[in-house]
Structure formats: C-alpha cells, structure tokens
C-alpha cells in the first residue's frame, strides 16, 4: 500500500495522535525506511510505530496480525497481503487471508458508496489486529484520508472527538451506547458513522439519531475485508444495509447469508483456494424488496425454547444498552419443560430483577432469558468472542 500513500499529497496529514501527527510524505519516508523480512507476526497497538510496521509488511510482505495474548505460529500467508484471525463462518480459530487485491477492491467500494476522500478525517479507536480497525486505516490511505487514532476506547475521549472535526466514524453498537452513556449534544459536521459488528437494538439506533449522528447500520466479515454492505447515506435510517458496489449477497435456503465479490478473502490458512465461489456465512439475514439486507442473527446460537427462536445476540444487544449494565452473553440450556431454556451472564450495578424488568419493556416474554447470574467479567475465548460453552457452564 505504499504506492497509495506515495500518490496523495505529501503534505496533508495522514495520521494523528493526541501527541504526534505525520503527514503523508512523513508517513512514506517512515515506511520506506523499516525493514521488510518478508512474512512478519505483528501485535500492534494503537500507535504510530505499529502503523509504520503495518503499512510497510503489507506493501512488501505478509503481516500477520494478532492481539497480545494469540501466538499465531508459522503461518503459510500464500501470497496474501495480511492475515487475521476470526472464528470463521463455521468454528475455531481460522487464520483469514486477504491480499492486495481484496483491500484494493474493499477501499474502492468503500469510497464509492460512502463517498469518502481526501477531505475527511476518520476516527479510530479500534484494535489494529481486528478488521474494522486495520480498514479505517488502509481505506483512509487509499481515498488520502487522514485518520484520528486514540490509544484506546475510552467513551468521554471518543466523544470529545466527534465534535472536534471529525467526519467519519466507527463503532460498534456496545462502543455507541457507551458514547451516548457519556454525552448526549447535538453532533454537527459528522458525515457517516458505519454502525456494525452485532445486533443494533432499535431503541440504540434511535437514542443515537436522536443526536444528529449519521448512523449507517453496516455487515461485514474479516473475510471481506470490512464492510460489505452499508445503508446508502441520504437513505431513511432504518436497521438495514445496501450491499457495496461490486458486492453480490444472497439468501441460501436454510436462512444463512452469502456473500461474493473481489473483497471477498481467497480462503483460510491451510485450506483450498475458494476462486471466486460464494462463501456462506454463519449469518441468518433477509433481503428485501430494495435489495438491502437485514441481518437477523447467528444460524449457530439461535435458542428454540417452547417452539420460539431467540436470537440470543439480539438480546445481548438490547441488555448491554440498559443503565447500569456494562456487557451481557446469553446462552441455551437444555429444559425439560421448554427443550431449551435461555439463561444471561450479565456485568453491572444492577439486580437480576431490575435487569429482567426493563427488558419486559423492550422484548416480547418468550425472549427473556429464564435464569440470571450478575460475573465481575465475562468469559472470551483466546480471539476475544464471546465464549459460550464456559458461559454454560456456569450455570451448571
């Protein structure tokens, strides 16, 4: 991606910190002047070294990217530009290869749709190793964008950011509710803000509009290089996303969602080359008369209790965005009188009662989970997701 940063006006900034900034002619010599030793592991933070070391193994070698506590190993990159780590459509841990082509494709799309370019300025607050924020960077430099980089989500700092020029933003739905927790202005000057990584309860997409953000609800996987879908801005804000120029979606017969186009990744590490096929995803959605997708839920957490599907990720949702509740991880427990049963792990300040009470005024009966328990912490797995065969367990 050196050529991108090479082609953009070398003095407009391309990357600023709360302590330094570096222009895009700064940002190329840096480049340039780090090593490249072909396929490199990178742990990296938010902050300007590990921007240097990513652009600069991606433009010449493979970075494989990984938080702190994931060894990846070697890992055979096959010609890809990065690697990141997902659960992948189907399970486990799968190491997802994307090269310069599937960035190139997915930064195009993402300025045609979004319209973005060399006067916007893009919030990042997100991990490097994961898609969402390692695309804020790369689809910034390919538009010669800057970009605005915390060194961590911190919601008073996030917010304050909004409303100093900023106008681009991403964030996920449990990143937005924090953000309104914390500041409730007006914001002004914001073009989009991509909205996505999980369910986003109706009353949170409300509670943001409310506040004059550009909410764009968004899909899209670590196998397609970010965002694959978004609702067209200027379009009514409903919980729904147009699939990106050159994005094909479809609906399979069992509900699940697939997707094909030149963002899409050529496969994992390890596995067959996928050469353009469509790859089906973990993902339940519906495409409606517009052509828009809405996503409604996970095909492999979906709970059937007493005849009636619970999306327990839409739940989730809807809990976390309760005062006094900081993260909720909803799982299936098997019943004798319903077959399964919903059960929450919840972190907050609140009761189980108080928690089950307001949802009753936000959910239908059947979806409100049956049993509680208030953890100092919830269970992850070694990537980050929500783990819930130990989220079972604790039940038992």
Sequence with gaps: MLDWLKRHDPGRVFLETAGDSLSYGEMVRAVEGRAVTGTEVIHP???????????????????????????????????A??????????????????????????ADASMRHLGHGPDDVWLLAMPLHHVAGLSILLR???????????????????????????????????????????????????????????????????????????????????????????????????????PLPGAELRIGPDGRIA??????????????????????????????????????????????????NIDPEMVEAEIA?????????????????WGMESACLYVGDIGEGEVAMQLRERLPGFMIPKRWLRVSQLPVTAIGKPDRIAAARSFS
């Design 45 to 79: 933070g938010l902050d300007i070294a590990s921007v240097v070391d990513i652009l600069a193994v991606v433009s010449r070698g493979s970075a494989v990217l990984a938080g702190d506590d994931l060894d990846p190993g070697p890992v055979d990159h096959v010609g």
């Design 81 to 106: 530009a990065s690697v990141m780590f997902t659960s992948g459509t189907t399970g486990g841990r799968k190491g997802v290869r994307l090269t310069r082509e599937n960035w190139i494709a997915a």
């Design 140 to 242: 910034s430099a390919y538009a010669g964008g800057s970009v605005r980089m915390l060194d961590r989500f911190d919601p008073r700092a996030y917010a304050a950011e909004l409303h100093k020029g900023v106008t681009m933003a991403s964030m996920v739905p449990t990143m937005l509710a924090r953000v309104l927790d914390v500041d409730t202005r007006t914001h002004d000057g914001l073009r989009a803000v991509l909205l996505g990584g999980g369910p986003i309860p109706e009353s949170l997409l409300e509670r943001g509009l409310a506040t004059g953000l550009p909410l764009l609800p968004t899909y899209g996987l670590t196998e397609t290089a970010g965002q694959i879908a978004t609702l067209r801005p200027g379009d009514p804000p409903t919980n729904r996303a147009h």
């Design 259 to 308: 997707v094909r186009g030149p963002m899409v990744s050529p496969g994992y590490v390890g596995e067959p080359e996928r050469r353009g096929d469509w790859l089906v995803t973990g993902d339940l959605g519906s495409i409606d008369e517009d052509g828009a997708l809405r996503v409604l839920g996970r095909a492999d957490t979906v709970i059937v209790s007493g005849g009636e």
């Design 321 to 337: 965005s309760l005062p006094g509740v900081d993260g909720a991880l909803v799982v299936g427990l098997p019943s004798r009188e």
